[in-house]
């Protein structure tokens, strides 16, 4: 449903095909191995708070928070200055993911990566927004790896059992994420 950059490949129809999906730049990384996720329960709880002040922020480019009081605009200023710091001060705690393409659906993720993993499973950490310093942890299948022919690697990681709670918030903030492109793209333009 995103069109982006033309990647050839089995894996991408697995993960993309007939559902939405979304290409960014995302701090991310993928770790290998058959650990599961330290947070199993956090990822919806994120996704949904996540939701929740996006949408009653109305952050959008196109919708504007003039009509709002001056003093809950002054808050909502403050917190957001507070969140950027908070940021910050996570980022040299060295917890910092490094800033990665990606193209996501609620099925799984192609994530670019400088080297070649050769995993079976692992974790995928991602930072679903650039203002909040915390990230997911979500369980994957390796599905597929390739060299992109520029010097880094493709890993293409399918979810394991999301339940239906977080995949339906996955979904949700995928949704945003693709509609926040099609309003860049058509500023763009």
Not at 63 to 72: A, F, H, S
Not at 161 to 170: C, N
């Amino acid at each position: 449903m995103t069109t982006g950059t033309a990647i050839h490949h089995r894996a991408e129809a697995e993960l993309f095909d007939d559902t939405l999906s979304c290409e960014l730049d995302i701090p991310a990384e993928f770790v290998a191995g058959s650990q599961r996720a330290s947070r199993p329960g956090s990822a919806e709880a994120l996704l949904r708070g996540l939701a929740q002040v996006e949408e009653a922020r109305n952050d959008d480019v196109h919708e504007d928070r003039g009509n709002l009081p001056p003093l809950v605009q002054r808050m909502d200023a403050k917190l957001d200055l507070l969140l950027v710091l908070l940021g910050r001060l996570a980022r040299q705690q060295g917890d910092e993911l490094p800033l990665r393409p990606v193209r996501w659906s609620r099925r799984g993720l192609r994530l670019e990566t400088g080297v070649r993993h050769g995993a079976a499973a692992g974790i995928v950490r991602l930072q679903p927004a650039e203002w909040l310093p915390d990230h997911l942890e979500l369980p994957v299948s390796v599905i597929a790896e390739a060299a992109s022919g520029v010097g880094s690697h493709y890993l293409w990681l399918r979810f394991d059992a999301l339940d239906a709670g977080l995949e339906a918030a996955m979904e949700r903030h995928i949704f945003r994420l693709h509609r926040r492109q099609v309003a860049k793209a058509r500023q763009a333009s």
